[in-house]
């Protein structure tokens, strides 16, 4: 079985600055790793994804994840943010070999001021 | 148009109803999913489809049934709601097991 824990329910930030969320996983099995974003009133899009290759992946808007392997995470980070990014955000994992169990982190409600 | 829709977006009923959320889509996918999400636990699945003869429980099936009617069309149904089947419920799909799923904009229900 796999489990998801994103450590911050709300992450506040002011317009312009950089933010992390973290995502920490735990699985027994080699795993597919994604970020979704939840606009309000809208359903999830994939932000990025990382099934292999190198840990940096690089998403849209801006945003990026690096993998760590060691650390079992997937932190989702970007440099400066606007107030459009205001929405909250899923990690995910699916086993590579299981390909219809997606896990979801509880969410990080991201919080962009200006 | 979205290429996932659900319907309704909204929906208040009383406990003991029967209650049915649609979900259709235009992406041709065969695989299609229902989810349900609740303040602080992410997303979980109720159940997925393969196709129209493969209907597959998830971790959280119990108190809910599925309908796949065509390959565009699954079905959610709460045969006796209660009040903790409140929650937002999505609609996706998903061409194969490779590939990124995309999701409807929600369904919010509200058992009273």
């Known amino acids: 079985a796999q489990s998801v824990t994103q450590l911050d329910s709300q992450v506040p930030v002011f317009e312009e600055a950089p933010v992390e969320l973290r995502c920490n996983y735990s699985s027994s099995v080699s795993v597919y790793l994604f970020w979704y974003v939840q606009y309000p009133n809208q359903g999830l899009q994939l932000l990025l994804k990382y099934l292999s290759g190198s840990t940096l992946v690089k998403g849209i808007n801006g945003f990026e994840a690096e993998f760590n392997k060691s650390q079992t995470s997937f932190h989702l980070r970007k440099p400066s943010v606007h107030i459009s990014d205001t929405a909250e955000y899923f990690c995910?994992?699916?086993?590579?070999?299981?390909?219809?169990?997606?896990?979801f982190g509880g969410g990080t409600r991201l919080m962009v001021k200006p | 148009d979205a290429d996932v829709t659900q319907t309704p977006r909204n929906r208040i009923t009383k406990t003991g109803k029967r209650i049915m959320l649609e979900c259709s889509q235009t992406?041709?996918?065969?695989?299609m999913y229902w989810y349900r999400q609740d303040p602080g636990l992410g997303l979980r699945l109720i159940y997925y489809s393969f196709d129209v003869k493969d209907i597959n429980k998830g971790e959280i099936s119990d108190g809910y049934s599925v309908s796949r009617q065509a390959q565009a069309k699954f079905s959610l149904s709460l045969e006796s709601a209660i009040p903790n089947q409140t929650a937002l419920y999505f609609c996706a799909t998903r061409r194969d097991k490779d590939t990124e799923a995309f999701f409807g904009q929600g369904t919010r229900l509200t058992v009273v």
């Open positions: 992406k041709g996918h065969d695989r």
């Open positions: 995910a994992v699916r086993p590579i070999n299981a390909g219809n169990m997606l896990t």
